[in-house]
Nanobody, 128 residues
Framework: HVQLVESGGGSVQAGGSLSLSCAVSGPAHLKNCMGWVRQAPGKERERVASISIINSYTYDADSVKGRFSISQDKSKNTVYLQMNSLKPEDTAIYYC??????????????????????WGQGTQVTVS
């Protein structure tokens, strides 16, 4: 069983920065991929970024490329999301999530998954 605990949310003005942390525990094979998924009021969940714990390969959503950065500290079993140049449209609840793989494949076509198996409780990020 995988447990995830997020921290670091809050309120910031547009153009500012925030850093989120996610402490993860549980069997390694169930959390080979860690990600951040956000959900704004009235909108569908959106995968923001994910990272392979094995090779540190990252998958960033187009909406945050160049502004957000996902990273990991294996020694601390922690994944981070550094958010810069924040915009009001980044306002959402941010969830840390985990799964055994970062991609879903149909035949030869693979894409970064957003339907992670394990989820944290979420942390609010508000940009005004």
């Amino acid at each position: 069983h995988v447990q995830l605990v997020e921290s670091g949310g809050g309120s910031v003005q547009a153009g500012g920065s925030l850093s989120l942390s996610c402490a993860v525990s549980g069997p390694a094979h169930l959390k080979n991929c860690m990600g951040w998924v956000r959900q704004a009021p009235g909108k569908e969940r959106e995968r923001v970024a994910s990272i392979s714990i094995i090779n540190s390969y990252t998958y960033d959503a187009d909406s945050v490329k160049g502004r957000f950065s996902i990273s990991q500290d294996k020694s601390k079993n922690t994944v981070y999301l550094q958010m810069n140049s924040l915009k009001p449209e980044d306002t959402a609840i941010y969830y840390c999530a985990a799964d055994s793989e970062c991609t879903t494949c149909y035949g030869t076509y693979c894409y970064p998954k957003s339907d992670f198996r394990y989820w944290g409780q979420g942390t609010q990020v508000t940009v005004s």
